[in-house]
């Protein structure tokens, strides 16, 4: 007896560590690859996409870097392989017309540059050495050159010889009082700090060339992780595939064209452009949908709606339809999908019947029928929209996420994110809508992991709207016993969270492996939803939605295995708000994680480069008495004193969206008042350290996070 007793304890003993193996790890991160743009090739045969890695960086030791490369499968055996590799990464790849080339974008130099490779055998050679770089290339219709913008600094460009020949200059007034643009093209001046004044200016100018200075008089100057006082301008360029002359531009980049698409081989494009380029671009917002004739250089108006913008033009494949986006300026971000007719005889226009956030579209090739993938409840789902009958498909499930499709001939391809897979790729058809796995670059280190599975609930709130929430049991979950429950809270405040959306995957699964309980909703303002859902917090982004998101965690906590003493609550961008604002209002929380926040609205509007959520949530600016108001009402700065619970503060010390200041004036009022307040910058990291940032603080940041929990949990 005691010998059976004795193997019963070493084989639990066993079994309880090789349970404790399979839960997800905080590394496993790192083992995570995410496909992305999947393309069928012109004959549907073959197909390619891309793939994201994070592998050991080779010139530093113990950091990670992400690998993106090019994938080629084969329709038939459903298997694919590698075409590029090495620590150069790829992006924006395409097929030719034909289907013999694959381009690519790809860093050569210190700037990306276009390659081609051919089908038929040989290496990737580049076509492009622009010193402007290259993005966004595509094939034009007989697949004799491909079409690319650059990004082209102003005041290079005035003095560019080689591309600049025709000597253009912009339409619009400078912003430099007592300056025009001939000021920046006077080279023969000699510098002299002692000279006179046109001397004077030309050592200033070398000054600000050597980055002594860096002098500002555009509004918008905030980039991602830095400031500039240069104006940029996007560049359409178009180059032969054969790559024997240099790149020629489309179009003079002082019109200050958005975006372009080939309509008639090469001779006409669909544009996006502003209607006055006399004004400076910083205060042009809206803009017009133009046709652009090449030879005569002229510009013919197609759709102008003025306090309105346009986006995301996509022309069919023989020109019969341009589709585009069109959104109000100002307010909350709810553009509308539309579809024209050009041939002659057939001109209408139509409204897709979605009030959604379209996120990729793609059209049939005999033109009947636009499909496209867009945000629902929780999911990305796939739609086919028939443009003769004006009817509407959903093609997919909102349980899922299509992160990226294509199809031809009633075949479809997808990246899809999964409540059991953050991602891989596959496909189906309209005989066979079930999904077929293509790849398993998860599935099989997922294989031997136990994982949380979220279920979907839903609640109406006080405003009677409809909101979705999700709850996650902690691995190991046993009906008899207590767990902590962590409420996260996703930005934006317009971003979705859902079963379909994958960048909270690994996180979730990480605290649930650690005994967490999680619930997670889009409340009031979320995407996802429609423009009335999108829209109900505006003036109220503080006592709204923490009433959707208290609603969801009461919900959550009824369900019996929650242990109330043990509540924690995480958030970022948006949420970090919101987190420090409910911390203001409730003393529920035994502890809370605040990462890269807006504390302080009136100072956001001078810090963070997404200053406009200001104006367009709360109706004004912080000189106006009424919208002054509103904004200390909705600050967390406004209710510091109330705040209690442990905190821990994280933001990025490149981070200009939000603005470290915020982080800072929240952590010193805490400090100073004693409470339990800790305060992590990350150096070099801006606001996207999450999502895309330096792996090895990503991984701190989440490790960091459970440890503090710690101290205030167990």
Known sequence: MKKLLTLIIVFLTCFTANAQSKKIELTDLLKIKTVSQPQLSPDGKKYIYLLKSIVEDP?????????????????????????????????????????????????????????????????????????????????????????????????????????????WVPSWTHEKVAYDWSSFQKKSIKANPDGNI???????????????????????????????????VKAFFKTSVSGNAKPELVANPFRRIDEMKELNMGKTFVVCMPADTLKHPDKVLDNIIAIYDVATKSFQTLVEK??????????????????????????????????????????????IPLDRIITQWSWSKDESTLYFSAQDHGGVSLFGYDIAKGKLNNLSSTEEGVLGFDQLDGQ?????????????????????PNDVALTQFNSIWLKDKVISLASKKTFKNKKGLIVDYWVMKPIDFQSNKKYPLLLEIHGGPTAMWGTGEASMWHEFQYFAAKGYGIVYSNPRG????????????????????????????????????????????????????????????????????????VYELSTFFGEGNAWRLVPNYFGGYPWEKETRLILDKESPLTYVQNIRTPLI????????????????????????????????????ATHEITRAGNNRQRLDQMLRTYEFFERYLR
């Not at 200033?204 to 104006?231: H, M, P, R």
């Not at 933001?651 to 307040?677: A, C, P």
């Open 526 to 597: 979320s995407g996802g939803y429609g423009t009335e859902f999108m829209a109900a917090n505006v003036k109220d982004w503080g006592q709204g939605p923490m009433s959707d998101v208290m609603q969801a965690l009461d919900l959550g906590i009824s369900e019996g295995w929650a242990d109330t003493t043990k509540l924690a609550v995480s958030g970022g961008s948006y949420a970090g708000y919101l987190v420090a604002y409910m911390l203001g209002h409730t003393n529920r929380f035994k502890v809370a994680c605040s990462q890269r926040g």
């Open 306 to 351: 003025p306090g309105y913008r346009y986006s995301n033009i996509s022309v069919s494949p023989n020109g019969k339809y341009v589709a585009y986006f069109e959104l109000k300026v100002g307010g909350i971000p709810s553009p509308v999908a539309k579809i024209i007719a050009l041939s002659p005889g057939v001109y209408f226009q139509k409204i």
């Open 59 to 167: 010139d530093k030791k113990g950091e990670f870097a992400y690998q993106n490369h090019l994938y080629l499968g084969d329709w038939i055996s459903k298997e694919s392989r590698a075409l590029t590799s090495g620590k150069m990464s790829v992006s924006s790849a395409s097929w030719s017309p034909d289907g013999q080339f694959i381009s690519f974008v790809r860093l050569s130099g210190d700037k990306p540059q276009l390659f081609i490779l051919p089908l038929t055998g040989g290496e990737a050679y580049p076509i492009t050495s622009l010193p402007y770089g290259v993005g966004a290339p595509e094939w034009s219709k007989d697949g004799s050159n491909i079409y690319f913008s650059s990004e082209l600094v102003v005041k290079e460009f005035l003095i560019d010889t080689l591309y600049n020949k025709q000597a």
């Open 412 to 432: 479809f391809i997808y990246a899809k994110t999964k409540n059991s897979n953050p991602s891989e790729l596959y496909f189906s058809s309209k005989s066979n």
């Open 198 to 232: 046109e001397e004077i200016r030309a050592y200033l100018f070398q000054n600000e060339k050597d980055k002594k200075a860096k002098v500002i008089n555009q509004l918008d100057f905030q980039e991602e992780s830095a400031t500039t006082g240069e104006l940029s």
């Open 649 to 684: 503060i994280f933001h990025g010390e490149q981070d200009l969206r939000t603005g470290v200041i915020q982080s800072e004036m929240l952590y010193k009022s805490l400090k100073v008042m004693g409470r339990d307040v800790e305060y992590v910058r990350h150096p070099g």
